[in-house]
Structure formats: structure tokens, C-alpha cells
């Protein structure tokens, strides 16, 4: 039985000036464009935007999922896609405009720095007040009081207005309290990219926690090691729609891929599409057969299949492989392998082999270019994607966490 279900959910904004605080500033703004003069209360230099009143734009548009007890979903998108007005939603913080919410438990949420927070509170009354709204005795509260304390290193402030707090100390204890406070719910929009690393470390910890208990998290993030780490499912959204929702590791695959995309330079696509074209791209193993989960530690060959309309001399070919968290971490280059050359009009395969794949667990995707006599004349952001699952790389079974290890390295350790 689903503890959040989502049902045609819409959400729209007018653009343009609502209201300008009293009726009498309203009334000259109102008199000043019927007789088609500028707005009189603008200042200097300021754009009058008064002909997009009444402009409608679309937040969320036609969005419909479900999410079971003690799932953990990571909501991703560009900005602008729509997470965080669905987290508000499902918080009450602003109502749909059209569509149906299904809610069942408590919720805490964490939406943006200060959410939830009085600032001339001290952090004490601050937590028993977020207790309070959440339905909670002040004896409960008391219960995790020093937990939650310990947990948001915040001891020595406790008693200080939370006005005079850091972001980071205010995020640290907003934090802190949604998470002890035993919600049903948890949602949790961008605001751990204010801590350092190691409360970041600490939260998604907790957060782990908080889902093995059977209790359900929303986490939004654009840190999509997070999302892979912490998320079994995952849930895109892009312009306000629902591109996809499943397990995680395909949607972050689909983000990434349509993020590039939408970024290429279609001057150069234009350009590719006459001269050189790729017409497929693949990964063999050490015995030749095509796979899509290379095992790292083992010989594997990137083999691009492509159509050239002419001959093209001094190539030189580039492959770019991104992790999961859309950083390079490795950049092959023909010249630096010592090949390069002339590519012959017609149909034919740039190969380059890797002897020992040294990528940790995780997914990947393979960026392409190829430079000639003319500049660069092809560039795919995406020409494939793989998913290194096993690993040979050491000869221990142990192998270091993705998040922590962008590739692998052959070492020794000497004591003495």
C-alpha cells in the first residue's frame, strides 16, 4: 500500500506583478497602463514587465506516481523541472492547482535553509516547536533532545538565536531534528550542499537509517552519487513532466544523457551528419563478445563504427568516460596512444583497447570526438553507456566505494 500516491498533479504560476503591497499603489499602476504609460513606481534603469501579467507558466504538468513504505526515491532534473514545487506540494507549502495528493503519515521536510525555523528562537525552543508541529509531546521531544544535539554538533549554540546561526549550523540542525523526530516521511530538497562533507556523509547515513526503520524518504539532489548511493528508485523530471521513473541507476543513466544532449552544439551534429558519422557504438570483453558491464580489472576494447562521406587526413580520434556523477575521469586520446592517421572514405571501426579497465562499481558514459585537417568535425556528448558491476582489479575481493575512489590504482603497502 503506498504511503504517497500522486495523481494527475499540475502546477501553475502567473508571471507578472500580483500586488504592489497597498490598494493605492495598485490603483496607479492600474491607471498608469490604461492610458499606456510606463509603471510608475519602477526605478531607474529597471524593466517594466507589466505586459507578462497574466502569462501562465506550468511548475508541474500532468505528473502521477506512487512510492511504497520505506522506499527511498531520488527526484532529478535540471532546475527548473519541478522538484522542488513537488516537495511543497506533498509539504502543504503551496497547494496543486490541479491533480490529487494522497498522504499517509507525518512529514518532515527540509525545503530550503531556514524552512520551519523562527529566527528569534533559540536553537532549543526551535526543536521542541518542529516537534510540536510534527504532532509531538514535549516528552518525546525531550526523549531525543540530546540525540538530536549530539548529532547536528551544535551543543555550544544551542541556547543562541537561530537568527545568528551559519547556514551550515541551520542546516545542520534543521537536519538533525527532521530526522530524529520519527516522521513516517522524510523529504529533503537541496539543502545538504550546505554542509561540508563530512555532515553531507553523516546525513546520508541517517537517512539510510531512517528507510531501513521502514519509514520513506524524497531526497533531491543534483549530486547523483548521492542519489545512487542513498536511492533505489529514482524518478526524472524535465519542464515540470515525468520522463521517467524505475530503479535508479537507468534514470540517472537517461538524466545525464538527455543533460548532454540538450547542450550539444548542433552546428557541429549539423556538420557530422555530412561528413562523418558514427552508425554504432559497443564495448567487447577479453574474448571478443559485446557486453554492457565490463569487468574492471580486465582487458576491454570501445569499439565506434562509423560512415565517412570523404578522406579525411590527420584524425585524431577522443574518447571521454564520465562517471555517474558526470565527472571525467578519464580522457583516451589517439595521439597519446600513439595512433593517428588518415581515415579512409566509406564505412570503418576506431578501436581502443584498455588493457585493465581501472573503474571502480559504478555506471559510466562514453562522450566522442574526432578532429582532422578541418577542426573538429564530429562531437557526440553520448555514444554509449556501461555499468561495471564486477571487478577483478585486486586480487582481494575488496574494492573502495565509487564515491570515494574515481578510479582504481595499483598499489603496494609497506610496514616496517
Known sequence: MPVISVENLSKSYRLGQIGTGTLARDLSVWWARARGKPN??????????????????????????SVEQGEVLGVIGRNGAGKSTLLKILSRVTAPTSGRVKVKGRIASLLEVGTGFHPELTGRENVYLNGAILGMTREEVTRKFDEIVDFSGVEQFIDTPV?????????????????????????????????????????????????????????????????????????LLQDGTLKALGPVDPVIKQYLSNDENSRSNDAVRKLSNQRFAVTDAYILNKDGERVTSPVAGEEMEIVIAYRSQETLSNAVAMITIYNHQNIAVAHLNSKSGGRGGKIQAGEGKLVCRIPHLPLPNSTYRVAAALDCEYGQIYHSPVVLNFQVEVSKFYSTAYLPPSQYSAVLMEHEWIFS
Open 163 to 235: 537568527k545568528r546561526y551559519s547556514s551550515g549550523m541551520y542546516v545542520r540542525l534543521a537536519f538533525a531534528v527532521a530526522a530524529h523526530l520519527e516522521p513516517e516521511i522524510l523529504l529533503v530538497d537541496e539543502v545538504l550542499a550546505v554542509g561540508d562533507a563530512e555532515f553531507q556523509k553523516k546525513c546520508l547515513g541517517k537517512m539510510d537509517e531512517v528507510a531501513h526503520e521502514g519509514r520513506t524518504v524524497l531526497f533531491v539532489s543534483h549530486n547523483m552519487a548521492a542519489v545512487a548511493q542513498l536511492c533505489k528508485n529514482g524518478a
Open 40 to 65: 510608475p513606481l519602477l526605478k531607474i534603469g529597471q524593466e517594466d514587465r507589466g505586459n507578462r501579467d497574466g502569462e501562465t507558466i506550468w511548475a508541474l504538468k500532468d505528473v502521477s506516481f
